[in-house]
């Protein structure tokens, strides 16, 4: 089988039966023409010639050309699954030897208790003006730091994912696959100001189900959380990424300093392994650290 439509095949396995997010389609894709391109210039132009030392030297290139190590680590699952898809096809598992390095595991970036109510508390205040953006935008920071959500899944919602009197959100994650997560009284109370005030000001008819609008009247998009996220996280005090997401690390974290099970932060987050919600033990750890250093008078 020729390698392009090796790779091609593969990405289409993805899609259809793995149900991978398009985010990562994208990055699979971008790593498997690379492999692609790679296996031309050397000459191996069919997965039958394709084998371990290939793959090596297209990941040492990599490395080579300063490659991030969690770039590498992913290039080395991607080859390895490629490799998979091609013996369950009848050839050889061209990577099934293959160890590409460990990802670094760097914690990520939580906000304390009082920079989150601060954060909460200016977009309360700006909301109360009852301008449409200001209530949709503290619904959809209540709603990712009370849920702990992607902002995918947070962009994703419909009016009817969200039950109000049981105080929980019908959530799409990861591999299409469903979970309920639950909110508070103050992230319900922002989304019922925002259904009843904001959304019918912005709403048109081609806003269908959606939870969230954008200025327009379509689904809120997933770039517009972000730039709203980015410019409160820099006001914030604390360093550490801009990203959205920071604000469903300080969920986790705040969840599991108040004592909550580890296996129920896993639900909540939506997440496959409980080896991937365990950074925030560290986190923890860490904080817990730090304020034994700051108090305990023989630290």
Partial sequence: MPVDAAVDGYLVHLER???????TLRAYRGDLA???AHCEAAGVGATEALDVDVVRDWLYAASEAGLATATIARRGAAARGLGRWIAARGGGDVAGR???PKRERTLPRVLGRQAMDAMLASLA????????AALRDLAAVELLYASAL?????????VDDVDLER???RVTGKGSKERVVPFGRPALDAVVDWLRIGRPALATAASGPALLLGARGGRLGQRRVHELVTRL?????GGGPHGAHALRHTAATHLLDGGADLRAVQELLGHASLGTTQIYTHVS???LAEAYRTAHPRA
């Fill in 98 to 100: 293959l160890r590409s």
């Fill in 167 to 169: 105080l929980t959100a």
């Fill in 285 to 287: 750890l860490d904080r």
């Fill in 17 to 23: 039966e793995r149900g991978l997010s398009p985010h």
């Fill in 233 to 237: 996280l820099e006001e914030a005090p």
């Fill in 150 to 158: 992607r902002v995918s899944e947070l962009v994703g919602l419909d």
């Fill in 34 to 36: 690379s492999l692609a």
């Fill in 125 to 132: 205040a700006e909301a109360a003006e009852g301008e449409p």
